[in-house]
């Protein structure tokens, strides 16, 4: 899916960039090597906003770039101002290559051949490229044809770049729920088998460990200044197998609250989801 979603943004941007082309190969405007500094300074840029919150909102900011570049694409087939096609097209460049990198890097981790993966979104980017230039032939102009099929694209585009956000957000869920599920014996499931045992007579040192794990909780909390509702939260978490929906219904918040919590004491205690949240707190030692 992320090599289909790569392949129809080249097309959009290669488009724009033919026709960038096209007016400086006319000598209609010498484009000098400037906005080389832009393709720099996008790149950087696009590393800083994509990694903000886990890199929860990089596919959602190069939705946006394209979505950009295919108005722009429309608007100089209408006569627009070169200036704007230029500007935008070398910005969005800078986002696109990390976009790609950062995309196909991922899926190498989890990949039987992590280095075919690993280069394959800069490939996928070539080969489009080639095929639409050999194809077009290097456009004069951009036409009106190309700014429906651009329209078209972007529309494919939407629909598979919704769809494997849907696809990633899910597998996040069921490795989180995997792990909290592994953990959950951890919180009080021997303490049960026990008390089962003993006919259900709760021991002193059984009243210890209850205490213990209060008072780490509390410090836990007091440690990395957590809120009411962040403990809540974390508290709901660490008891609980179900998932963010069922957590939110039983807390009275929305999902959406649910993550911006868990983003929040993702920041405060440098770990990554739900799932490092959870694994740091069970390996967190109050008396160190």
């Avoid at 700014?147 to 990633?168: G, P, R």
Wanted: with cysteine; net charge neutral; proline share 2%.
């Amino acid at each position: 899916m992320l090599i289909g979603i790569v392949f129809l943004q080249t097309i959009v941007f290669t488009t724009l960039d033919n026709a960038v082309t096209a007016v400086h190969a006319s000598g209609g405007v010498d484009i000098g090597q400037w906005p080389r500094l832009l393709l720099a300074l996008s790149g950087i840029a696009a590393g800083f906003l994509y990694d903000i919150r886990g890199r929860r909102w990089m596919h959602m900011i190069m939705y946006c770039v394209t979505l950009l570049s295919t108005i722009c694409v429309i608007v100089i087939g209408f006569g627009g101002p070169f200036l704007l096609g230029l500007l935008v097209f070398y910005l969005s460049a800078g986002f696109f290559s990390v976009y790609f990198t950062v995309g196909f890097m991922d899926i190498s981790y989890h990949s039987a051949k992590p280095k075919l993966w690993a280069g394959l979104g800069r490939a996928v980017n070539n080969v489009c490229a080639l095929m639409i230039m050999t194809l077009a032939g290097g456009f004069a102009s951009v036409r009106y044809e190309v700014m429906i099929v651009a329209v078209i694209l972007f529309f494919l585009i939407s629909v598979l770049a919704f769809s494997y956000q849907n696809i990633l957000i899910g597998m996040e869920l069921r490795s989180m729920e995997a792990a909290a599920s592994a953990l959950m014996p951890q919180t009080g499931g021997t303490a049960e088998a026990e008390n089962k045992q003993t006919g259900g007579a709760a021991k002193p040192e059984d009243k210890q460990t209850d205490l213990s794990t209060t008072d780490k909780f509390t410090a836990f909390g007091e440690q990395y200044s957590l809120t009411e509702r962040e403990r809540e939260v974390l508290r709901a978490l660490l008891s609980s197998g179900e998932n963010v929906q069922d957590i939110a219904h039983t807390l009275g918040i929305s999902r959406a609250a649910i993550y911006r919590h868990i983003s929040n004491m993702n920041e405060k205690t440098a770990t990554k989801a739900r799932m490092g949240l959870i694994q740091f707190y069970y390996g967190w030692n109050p008396e160190k």
